[in-house]
Protein backbone atom coordinates (compact mmCIF):
# COMPACT_ATOMS: atom_id res chain seq x y z
CA UNK A 1 0.00 0.00 0.00
CA UNK A 2 1.60 3.09 -0.92
CA UNK A 3 1.41 5.51 2.01
CA UNK A 4 2.83 9.08 2.99
CA UNK A 5 4.41 10.36 6.04
CA UNK A 6 2.48 13.93 6.63
CA UNK A 7 4.55 16.27 8.72
CA UNK A 8 1.68 18.46 10.54
CA UNK A 9 3.89 21.24 11.83
CA UNK A 10 2.04 23.53 14.26
CA UNK A 11 1.66 27.06 13.79
CA UNK A 12 3.57 28.96 16.92
CA UNK A 13 0.80 31.35 18.36
CA UNK A 14 0.94 34.90 18.76
CA UNK A 15 1.76 35.04 22.62
CA UNK A 16 4.83 32.42 22.59
CA UNK A 17 7.29 33.63 25.54
CA UNK A 18 9.34 32.17 28.02
CA UNK A 19 7.92 31.93 31.51
CA UNK A 20 10.05 28.69 32.19
CA UNK A 21 7.21 26.52 32.79
CA UNK A 22 8.55 22.86 32.06
CA UNK A 23 10.06 21.80 35.63
CA UNK A 24 12.60 19.60 34.20
CA UNK A 25 12.99 21.17 30.54
CA UNK A 26 16.40 22.89 30.68
CA UNK A 27 16.24 25.51 27.82
CA UNK A 28 12.98 26.15 29.34
CA UNK A 29 14.08 26.75 33.01
CA UNK A 30 17.23 28.85 31.45
CA UNK A 31 15.67 31.05 29.29
CA UNK A 32 12.61 32.01 31.79
CA UNK A 33 11.75 35.33 31.81
CA UNK A 34 14.08 36.43 28.80
CA UNK A 35 11.81 38.36 26.00
CA UNK A 36 10.62 36.44 23.08
CA UNK A 37 9.65 37.05 19.41
CA UNK A 38 6.28 35.69 18.32
CA UNK A 39 6.91 37.26 15.21
CA UNK A 40 10.64 35.24 14.89
CA UNK A 41 9.25 31.91 16.47
CA UNK A 42 5.66 31.81 13.75
CA UNK A 43 8.54 32.85 10.55
CA UNK A 44 11.04 30.08 11.71
CA UNK A 45 8.31 27.35 11.99
CA UNK A 46 6.96 28.66 8.47
CA UNK A 47 10.05 28.28 7.37
CA UNK A 48 11.19 24.92 7.97
CA UNK A 49 7.82 23.47 6.67
CA UNK A 50 8.40 25.42 3.53
CA UNK A 51 12.24 24.10 2.97
CA UNK A 52 10.67 20.29 4.09
CA UNK A 53 8.02 20.87 1.57
CA UNK A 54 10.23 21.71 -1.15
CA UNK A 55 12.82 18.56 -0.35
CA UNK A 56 9.33 16.77 -1.05
CA UNK A 57 8.31 15.56 1.85
CA UNK A 58 4.08 16.37 2.50
CA UNK A 59 3.49 18.75 5.15
CA UNK A 60 0.43 20.12 6.88
CA UNK A 61 -0.56 22.56 9.32
CA UNK A 62 -2.09 22.84 12.84
CA UNK A 63 -3.26 26.05 14.22
CA UNK A 64 -2.05 27.95 17.66
CA UNK A 65 -4.90 27.39 20.39
CA UNK A 66 -6.46 30.40 21.81
CA UNK A 67 -4.35 32.15 24.88
CA UNK A 68 -5.63 33.09 27.38
CA UNK A 69 -7.65 30.30 28.31
CA UNK A 70 -9.93 32.42 30.07
CA UNK A 71 -12.13 28.87 31.15
CA UNK A 72 -9.12 28.11 32.89
CA UNK A 73 -8.78 31.58 34.80
CA UNK A 74 -12.48 31.76 36.00
CA UNK A 75 -11.81 28.16 37.43
CA UNK A 76 -9.39 29.86 39.23
CA UNK A 77 -11.81 32.39 40.69
CA UNK A 78 -11.12 35.19 38.56
CA UNK A 79 -14.42 37.03 37.55
CA UNK A 80 -16.06 39.85 34.99
CA UNK A 81 -15.06 40.96 31.78
CA UNK A 82 -11.85 39.39 29.54
CA UNK A 83 -10.21 42.65 30.54
CA UNK A 84 -11.03 42.43 34.58
CA UNK A 85 -10.07 38.83 34.58
CA UNK A 86 -6.64 39.53 33.33
CA UNK A 87 -6.22 42.46 35.34
CA UNK A 88 -7.14 40.20 38.31
CA UNK A 89 -4.54 37.01 37.63
CA UNK A 90 -2.02 39.49 36.58
CA UNK A 91 -1.59 39.65 40.73
CA UNK A 92 -0.44 35.91 40.21
CA UNK A 93 1.90 35.91 37.33
CA UNK A 94 2.26 32.46 37.18
CA UNK A 95 -0.63 31.36 36.82
CA UNK A 96 -1.41 33.53 33.96
CA UNK A 97 1.49 32.35 32.64
CA UNK A 98 0.18 29.03 32.38
CA UNK A 99 -3.08 30.64 30.85
CA UNK A 100 -0.94 32.00 28.12
CA UNK A 101 1.32 29.05 27.16
CA UNK A 102 1.67 28.80 23.62
CA UNK A 103 3.36 25.19 24.41
CA UNK A 104 0.79 23.91 22.03
CA UNK A 105 3.23 24.75 19.56
CA UNK A 106 5.06 21.75 19.93
CA UNK A 107 2.94 19.41 17.98
CA UNK A 108 4.72 16.29 18.63
CA UNK A 109 3.20 16.19 22.09
CA UNK A 110 -0.40 16.40 21.11
CA UNK A 111 -1.26 13.25 20.24
CA UNK A 112 -0.24 9.56 19.38
CA UNK A 113 -1.12 8.37 16.21
CA UNK A 114 -0.92 4.82 14.63
CA UNK A 115 -1.45 4.14 10.78
CA UNK A 116 -3.89 1.92 9.67
CA UNK A 117 -1.68 -0.07 8.43
CA UNK A 118 -0.86 -1.32 11.88
CA UNK A 119 -4.33 -1.48 13.29
CA UNK A 120 -6.92 -4.48 13.59
CA UNK A 121 -9.91 -2.37 12.13
CA UNK A 122 -7.54 -0.63 9.06
CA UNK A 123 -8.40 2.55 10.46
CA UNK A 124 -5.91 5.14 11.47
CA UNK A 125 -6.43 6.25 15.23
CA UNK A 126 -5.59 8.98 17.10
CA UNK A 127 -5.35 9.64 21.38
CA UNK A 128 -4.98 13.32 22.04
CA UNK A 129 -2.29 13.18 24.94
CA UNK A 130 -3.49 14.45 28.35
CA UNK A 131 0.02 16.24 28.91
CA UNK A 132 -1.03 15.60 33.04
CA UNK A 133 2.05 16.22 34.34
CA UNK A 134 2.51 19.93 33.84
CA UNK A 135 -0.42 22.67 34.43
CA UNK A 136 0.15 24.72 31.17
CA UNK A 137 -0.02 21.18 29.16
CA UNK A 138 -3.03 19.45 30.82
CA UNK A 139 -4.72 23.24 29.03
CA UNK A 140 -4.41 21.64 25.29
CA UNK A 141 -5.91 18.08 25.34
CA UNK A 142 -9.77 19.66 24.46
CA UNK A 143 -8.96 22.09 21.47
CA UNK A 144 -6.37 19.58 20.48
CA UNK A 145 -8.88 17.01 19.69
CA UNK A 146 -11.34 19.16 18.25
CA UNK A 147 -8.88 20.47 15.70
CA UNK A 148 -7.77 17.09 15.10
CA UNK A 149 -11.86 15.87 13.92
CA UNK A 150 -11.89 18.58 12.33
CA UNK A 151 -8.91 17.64 10.15
CA UNK A 152 -9.57 13.86 9.76
CA UNK A 153 -13.26 14.15 9.67
CA UNK A 154 -13.94 10.46 7.79
CA UNK A 155 -14.74 8.26 10.32
CA UNK A 156 -14.77 5.58 7.90
CA UNK A 157 -10.46 5.99 7.50
CA UNK A 158 -10.25 8.05 10.91
CA UNK A 159 -10.95 7.18 14.51
CA UNK A 160 -10.78 9.88 17.38
CA UNK A 161 -10.30 8.73 20.95
CA UNK A 162 -10.56 10.76 24.01
CA UNK A 163 -7.75 11.90 26.07
CA UNK A 164 -6.78 9.41 28.60
CA UNK A 165 -7.94 10.60 33.00
CA UNK A 166 -6.11 13.75 33.34
CA UNK A 167 -4.13 11.94 36.38
CA UNK A 168 -0.62 11.14 37.07
CA UNK A 169 -1.50 7.35 36.98
CA UNK A 170 -2.02 7.54 32.98
CA UNK A 171 0.64 10.26 32.47
CA UNK A 172 0.73 10.88 28.55
CA UNK A 173 2.93 13.13 26.52
CA UNK A 174 1.89 11.73 22.98
CA UNK A 175 3.99 11.51 20.11
CA UNK A 176 7.31 12.42 21.72
CA UNK A 177 7.51 9.47 23.33
CA UNK A 178 6.21 6.89 20.30
CA UNK A 179 8.45 5.59 17.45
CA UNK A 180 7.32 3.43 14.51
CA UNK A 181 9.28 0.98 12.38
CA UNK A 182 8.49 -0.69 9.00
CA UNK A 183 9.96 -1.28 5.96
CA UNK A 184 8.26 1.38 4.17
CA UNK A 185 5.30 3.73 5.62
CA UNK A 186 2.37 1.90 3.71
CA UNK A 187 3.69 -1.63 5.52
CA UNK A 188 2.70 -2.47 8.86
CA UNK A 189 5.16 -2.01 11.61
CA UNK A 190 6.66 -2.64 15.06
CA UNK A 191 5.37 0.23 16.95
CA UNK A 192 7.64 1.44 20.29
CA UNK A 193 6.10 3.01 23.13
CA UNK A 194 8.47 4.95 25.71
CA UNK A 195 7.70 5.44 29.33
CA UNK A 196 9.57 7.14 31.93
CA UNK A 197 7.77 5.16 35.28
CA UNK A 198 5.30 3.11 36.37
CA UNK A 199 2.28 4.40 38.03
CA UNK A 200 3.25 2.40 40.84
CA UNK A 201 6.68 0.90 41.63
CA UNK A 202 9.92 1.07 39.22
CA UNK A 203 12.97 2.83 38.60
CA UNK A 204 12.53 6.61 38.90
CA UNK A 205 14.56 9.51 37.69
CA UNK A 206 16.47 11.16 41.44
CA UNK A 207 15.75 14.91 40.15
CA UNK A 208 13.23 15.67 37.23
CA UNK A 209 9.80 14.09 36.96
CA UNK A 210 9.30 11.02 34.46
CA UNK A 211 6.30 12.19 32.16
CA UNK A 212 4.67 9.28 31.01
CA UNK A 213 3.67 5.92 32.51
CA UNK A 214 3.61 2.90 31.52
CA UNK A 215 -0.15 2.31 32.19
CA UNK A 216 -0.85 4.98 29.62
CA UNK A 217 1.28 3.27 26.84
CA UNK A 218 -1.04 0.15 27.90
CA UNK A 219 -3.88 1.90 27.38
CA UNK A 220 -3.08 3.02 23.89
CA UNK A 221 -2.02 0.03 22.69
CA UNK A 222 -5.69 -1.14 23.74
CA UNK A 223 -7.08 1.75 22.32
CA UNK A 224 -5.47 2.03 19.26
CA UNK A 225 -6.40 -1.45 18.56
CA UNK A 226 -2.61 -2.80 18.26
CA UNK A 227 -1.45 -6.66 18.07
CA UNK A 228 0.50 -6.92 20.89
CA UNK A 229 3.15 -9.09 19.11
CA UNK A 230 4.17 -6.18 17.25
CA UNK A 231 4.14 -3.80 20.01
CA UNK A 232 7.27 -3.02 22.34
CA UNK A 233 7.18 -0.91 25.74
CA UNK A 234 10.71 0.37 26.63
CA UNK A 235 11.98 2.23 29.21
CA UNK A 236 13.63 5.41 29.61
CA UNK A 237 17.02 5.64 31.32
CA UNK A 238 16.22 7.29 34.54
CA UNK A 239 19.63 8.82 34.99
CA UNK A 240 19.19 10.42 31.16
CA UNK A 241 15.90 12.38 32.51
CA UNK A 242 17.95 13.60 35.11
CA UNK A 243 20.24 15.03 32.35
CA UNK A 244 17.29 16.94 30.80
CA UNK A 245 16.28 13.96 28.05
CA UNK A 246 12.01 14.96 29.40
CA UNK A 247 10.93 13.18 26.51
CA UNK A 248 12.45 10.12 24.51
CA UNK A 249 12.44 12.37 21.46
CA UNK A 250 15.14 14.43 22.89
CA UNK A 251 17.55 10.76 23.09
CA UNK A 252 16.42 8.81 19.68
CA UNK A 253 14.60 9.11 16.57
CA UNK A 254 13.36 6.70 14.07
CA UNK A 255 12.18 6.28 10.50
CA UNK A 256 11.44 3.06 8.48
CA UNK A 257 13.82 0.38 9.40
CA UNK A 258 16.54 3.30 10.81
CA UNK A 259 16.93 3.88 14.26
CA UNK A 260 19.35 6.87 15.56
CA UNK A 261 20.00 6.65 19.47
CA UNK A 262 21.97 7.14 22.21
CA UNK A 263 23.61 4.61 23.82
CA UNK A 264 22.17 5.84 27.49
CA UNK A 265 18.34 5.96 25.90
CA UNK A 266 16.85 3.01 27.89
CA UNK A 267 16.95 0.78 30.47
CA UNK A 268 19.44 -1.44 29.39
CA UNK A 269 19.68 -0.26 25.97
CA UNK A 270 21.66 -3.13 23.89
CA UNK A 271 18.45 -5.35 25.01
CA UNK A 272 16.01 -2.98 23.99
CA UNK A 273 17.80 -2.83 20.67
CA UNK A 274 18.63 -6.30 20.34
CA UNK A 275 14.43 -7.25 21.07
CA UNK A 276 13.13 -4.51 17.98
CA UNK A 277 15.38 -6.11 15.99
CA UNK A 278 14.00 -9.58 16.83
CA UNK A 279 11.14 -8.44 15.94
CA UNK A 280 11.63 -6.62 13.06
CA UNK A 281 13.61 -9.72 11.62
CA UNK A 282 16.97 -8.78 12.02
CA UNK A 283 16.20 -5.66 9.51
CA UNK A 284 16.75 -2.69 11.66
CA UNK A 285 19.83 -0.39 10.39
CA UNK A 286 21.48 1.02 13.78
CA UNK A 287 22.62 4.20 14.06
CA UNK A 288 24.01 4.01 18.12
CA UNK A 289 25.52 7.07 19.37
CA UNK A 290 28.38 6.32 21.47
CA UNK A 291 28.67 8.30 25.00
CA UNK A 292 32.69 9.20 24.00
CA UNK A 293 31.05 10.63 20.93
CA UNK A 294 28.80 12.52 22.28
CA UNK A 295 27.86 13.10 26.08
CA UNK A 296 24.17 13.72 26.30
CA UNK A 297 24.87 16.67 28.18
CA UNK A 298 25.69 17.61 24.37
CA UNK A 299 22.87 15.69 23.07
CA UNK A 300 20.61 17.81 25.12
CA UNK A 301 22.27 21.19 24.49
CA UNK A 302 21.96 20.48 20.99
CA UNK A 303 19.04 18.40 20.37
CA UNK A 304 20.64 16.36 18.20
CA UNK A 305 18.01 13.57 18.53
CA UNK A 306 15.28 15.76 18.32
CA UNK A 307 16.07 16.37 14.41
CA UNK A 308 13.65 14.71 12.12
CA UNK A 309 14.55 11.71 10.34
CA UNK A 310 13.03 11.86 6.96
CA UNK A 311 12.63 9.87 3.92
CA UNK A 312 12.90 11.66 0.30
CA UNK A 313 11.14 10.91 -2.36
CA UNK A 314 14.09 10.39 -4.88
CA UNK A 315 15.47 7.84 -2.08
CA UNK A 316 17.45 7.76 1.20
CA UNK A 317 17.11 10.15 4.09
CA UNK A 318 17.75 13.68 5.32
CA UNK A 319 18.55 14.78 8.90
CA UNK A 320 16.76 17.58 9.72
CA UNK A 321 18.56 18.83 12.39
CA UNK A 322 18.43 22.26 14.67
CA UNK A 323 21.31 25.10 13.70
CA UNK A 324 22.98 24.43 17.50
CA UNK A 325 24.00 21.03 16.21
CA UNK A 326 26.20 22.35 13.80
CA UNK A 327 27.45 24.69 16.72
CA UNK A 328 28.44 22.01 18.60
CA UNK A 329 31.99 20.51 17.45
CA UNK A 330 31.11 16.94 18.54
CA UNK A 331 27.71 16.85 17.20
CA UNK A 332 28.78 18.55 14.13
CA UNK A 333 31.36 16.17 14.00
CA UNK A 334 28.72 13.38 14.31
CA UNK A 335 26.68 14.93 11.53
CA UNK A 336 28.89 15.27 8.75
CA UNK A 337 29.95 11.71 8.95
CA UNK A 338 26.97 10.01 8.35
CA UNK A 339 26.05 11.09 4.84
CA UNK A 340 29.46 9.90 4.26
CA UNK A 341 29.20 6.45 5.66
CA UNK A 342 28.46 3.68 3.06
CA UNK A 343 26.22 1.60 5.87
CA UNK A 344 23.32 3.98 6.78
CA UNK A 345 20.47 5.26 4.52
CA UNK A 346 21.08 9.04 5.57
CA UNK A 347 22.35 11.25 2.50
CA UNK A 348 21.97 14.45 3.83
CA UNK A 349 21.73 16.87 6.44
CA UNK A 350 20.01 20.34 6.49
CA UNK A 351 20.16 22.89 9.60
CA UNK A 352 17.26 24.69 10.83
CA UNK A 353 17.34 28.00 12.92
CA UNK A 354 14.41 27.10 15.25
CA UNK A 355 15.63 29.03 18.25
CA UNK A 356 12.70 30.90 19.47
CA UNK A 357 11.67 27.67 19.88
CA UNK A 358 14.94 25.68 20.79
CA UNK A 359 15.03 28.60 23.71
CA UNK A 360 11.95 26.92 25.21
CA UNK A 361 13.44 23.47 24.94
CA UNK A 362 11.94 22.31 21.54
CA UNK A 363 13.78 21.69 18.52
CA UNK A 364 12.57 20.62 15.00
CA UNK A 365 10.82 17.25 16.02
CA UNK A 366 8.94 18.72 18.87
CA UNK A 367 7.26 21.21 16.30
CA UNK A 368 5.87 18.28 14.26
CA UNK A 369 3.07 15.27 14.58
CA UNK A 370 4.19 12.86 12.40
CA UNK A 371 0.70 10.89 10.40
CA UNK A 372 1.38 8.02 7.99
CA UNK A 373 -1.86 8.05 6.05
CA UNK A 374 -2.20 5.89 2.80
CA UNK A 375 -3.49 8.19 -0.91
CA UNK A 376 -7.06 7.20 0.09
CA UNK A 377 -6.43 8.85 3.39
CA UNK A 378 -5.12 11.78 2.33
CA UNK A 379 -7.42 12.72 0.34
CA UNK A 380 -10.09 12.45 2.93
CA UNK A 381 -7.89 14.94 4.79
CA UNK A 382 -9.16 18.38 4.88
CA UNK A 383 -7.47 20.55 2.45
CA UNK A 384 -7.03 23.69 3.51
CA UNK A 385 -4.48 22.47 6.27
CA UNK A 386 -2.29 20.82 3.57
CA UNK A 387 1.07 22.78 2.94
CA UNK A 388 1.98 24.32 -0.40
CA UNK A 389 3.37 27.93 -1.42
CA UNK A 390 0.11 29.73 -1.86
CA UNK A 391 -0.64 28.67 1.83
CA UNK A 392 2.85 29.54 3.06
CA UNK A 393 2.53 33.30 1.57
CA UNK A 394 -1.25 33.50 2.91
CA UNK A 395 0.30 32.59 6.22
CA UNK A 396 3.31 34.57 6.37
CA UNK A 397 1.50 37.81 5.33
CA UNK A 398 -0.85 36.42 8.23
CA UNK A 399 2.27 36.39 10.97
CA UNK A 400 3.40 39.70 9.78
CA UNK A 401 0.08 41.59 10.36
CA UNK A 402 -0.81 39.93 13.91
CA UNK A 403 2.38 39.32 15.42
CA UNK A 404 4.41 41.16 18.02
CA UNK A 405 8.33 41.42 17.39
CA UNK A 406 9.10 40.98 20.80
CA UNK A 407 6.91 39.80 23.97
CA UNK A 408 7.76 41.11 27.10
CA UNK A 409 6.35 39.01 30.62
CA UNK A 410 4.99 42.03 31.65
CA UNK A 411 3.04 42.34 28.34
CA UNK A 412 1.09 39.21 29.34
CA UNK A 413 -0.88 41.76 31.91
CA UNK A 414 -1.61 43.73 29.02
CA UNK A 415 -5.05 42.98 27.40
CA UNK A 416 -4.67 44.29 24.18
CA UNK A 417 -2.41 40.96 24.30
CA UNK A 418 -5.44 38.83 24.18
CA UNK A 419 -7.10 40.86 22.36
CA UNK A 420 -4.79 40.64 19.48
CA UNK A 421 -4.36 36.67 19.91
CA UNK A 422 -7.92 36.90 19.38
CA UNK A 423 -8.36 38.84 16.03
CA UNK A 424 -5.10 36.51 14.74
CA UNK A 425 -6.98 33.17 15.28
CA UNK A 426 -10.52 34.76 13.64
CA UNK A 427 -8.46 35.84 10.55
CA UNK A 428 -6.62 32.31 10.81
CA UNK A 429 -10.06 30.49 11.32
CA UNK A 430 -10.68 32.21 7.17
CA UNK A 431 -7.39 30.85 6.04
CA UNK A 432 -7.14 27.24 7.14
CA UNK A 433 -11.59 27.26 7.42
CA UNK A 434 -11.17 25.64 10.47
CA UNK A 435 -12.97 26.11 14.00
CA UNK A 436 -10.64 27.56 16.46
CA UNK A 437 -12.18 29.55 19.10
CA UNK A 438 -14.62 28.00 20.80
CA UNK A 439 -15.62 30.93 22.90
Known amino acids: MLAYEVNFDALIGPTHNYAGLSFGNLASERNR ?207 VVDQGVFHNDVISVANEMTFLYHEDAFVDTPAVVARLEQMLGGKLQRLCVKREQVSVQEAVASYLFNSQLVSLPRGGMAVIAPLECRLRSAVKAYLDALPAADDNPVTAVHYFDVRESMQNGGGPACLRLRVVLAESELAAVHPQVLFDEQLYARLEQWVHRHYRDALYPQDLADPALAKESRAALEALEEILRLKILTG
Open 33 to 239: GSVSSPKAAALQGLAKMKRLHGLGVKQGVLPPQPRPVFSFLRQMGFGGSAEEIIAQAAANPRLLANAYSASAMWAANAATVSPSADTRDGRVHFTPANLATHLHRSLEPACTALVLQQIFPDTKRFVHHAPLPGHAFFGDEGAANHMRFAPAHGEPGVEMLIYGRMAEGGALPALYPARQTREACQAIVRKHRLDPDRVLLVQQNPS
